[in-house]
């Protein structure tokens, strides 16, 4: 949570005009501490950052984006467009899962980029990133495999959303008393969605995971795990042909790192082939709540 002096330092807004969008414009609603001071939220910030760029690079004023936000929160997800902004009104025609797909599939980055902003400002990354980015990256997944889509389209789509996530990755505070946390693919897995969205659930927490995302090698994990006494490895898997190998390191390092727990997910482990090897120490994440899971691992 930032002060709003500290909001007002990041973003280069005054304060009178901060109060000013939260108390005439209800473009966000700060929580108070127990003195009564202002506190913003990742939320709060992305949403005021969105704003200035709209009103820096399209010309809106602060009453029209007031109305743009309003209207984008009604259920059917529509908003009627103002005469004379152009911008504005292809911004409020269609659903923002629909506009960020199109601009996706067309190469669009500083669109794509837009938009996910305002979904961001709208509705905070988690719910962004669960109920509008995340299923959208599936979509455009499911498209590519039914050669709707070529293949140059998917990679854009999820390098983008990868670099975004980052950037979110890293603006979230760690909290040093929390053990650390590694999480990968296995070598030959390149579908890391269920991992990205795992390790933001747990760096909100405050946890600081070490994210090496697809493809990693299992040469130089033990190394890692000993350099930062990692506690617990997240590893997700969606081809099940990789399972023998990942469990072989699983039992492995298990063996070598007495304190390490391992959480498995991804659809390579609900193949009807596989044989999940159940012991101390090793939980699948489709039989686990997170929140509990979080709880038992590192607050216990």
């Given at each position: 949570m930032y002060s709003i002096q500290k909001v007002s330092d990041m973003l280069g807004i005054p304060g009178v005009t901060l109060r000013a969008w939260e108390t005439r414009h209800h473009i966000v609603n700060p929580l108070r501490s127990a003195g009564g001071h202002r506190l913003y939220s990742e939320e709060d910030i992305a949403k005021l950052r969105w704003v200035k760029k709209r009103m820096a690079e399209h010309g809106m004023k602060i009453g029209e984006i007031a109305q743009?936000?309003?209207?984008?929160?009604?259920?059917?997800?529509?908003?009627?467009?103002?005469?004379g902004d152009e911008n504005r009104r292809a911004l409020c025609e269609a659903r923002i899962d629909e506009r960020l797909y199109a601009a996706l599939i067309a190469f669009n980055t500083e669109e794509a980029n837009e938009i996910i902003d305002l979904a961001l400002s709208l509705h905070g990354?988690?719910?962004?990133?669960?109920?509008?980015?995340?299923?959208?990256?599936?979509?455009?997944?499911?498209?590519?495999?039914?050669?709707?889509?070529?293949?140059?389209?998917?990679?854009?789509?999820?390098?983008?959303?990868?670099?975004?996530?980052?950037?979110?990755?890293?603006?979230?505070?760690?909290?040093?008393?929390?053990?650390?946390?590694?999480?990968?693919?296995?070598?030959?897995?390149?579908?890391?969605l269920g991992l990205l969205l795992f390790s933001l659930f747990l760096r909100k927490k405050g946890v600081d995971v070490i994210y090496l995302g697809p493809d990693t090698p299992y040469e130089g994990?033990?190394?890692?795990?000993?350099?930062?006494?990692?506690?617990?490895?997240?590893?997700?898997?969606?081809?099940?042909?990789?399972?023998?190998?990942?469990?072989?390191?699983?039992?492995?390092?298990?063996?070598?790192?007495?304190?390490?727990?391992?959480l498995l997910g991804g659809m390579g482990l609900a193949e009807p082939s596989v044989k999940r090897r159940q012991r101390d120490r090793v939980h699948y994440e489709d039989s686990v709540n997170w929140e509990t899971w979080y709880r038992l691992h590192f607050i216990s």
């Open positions: 743009l936000l309003k209207e984008e929160k009604k259920p059917s997800g529509l908003a009627s467009a103002s005469d990354y988690e719910k962004a990133f669960h109920e509008i980015i995340a299923p959208l990256l599936v979509r455009i997944g499911t498209d590519w495999e039914a050669g709707k889509l070529a293949v140059a389209q998917e990679h854009f789509a999820s390098q983008l959303v990868l670099q975004r996530f980052l950037q979110i990755f890293r603006l979230l505070p760690v909290d040093r008393r929390l053990p650390v946390a590694v999480a990968f693919c296995p070598p030959g897995e390149h579908h890391h994990l033990d190394q890692i795990i000993r350099l930062k006494n990692v506690r617990a490895a997240v590893v997700s898997v969606t081809d099940p042909r990789l399972v023998g190998a990942l469990m072989d390191w699983v039992e492995q390092s298990l063996a070598r790192h007495p304190e390490l727990d391992v």
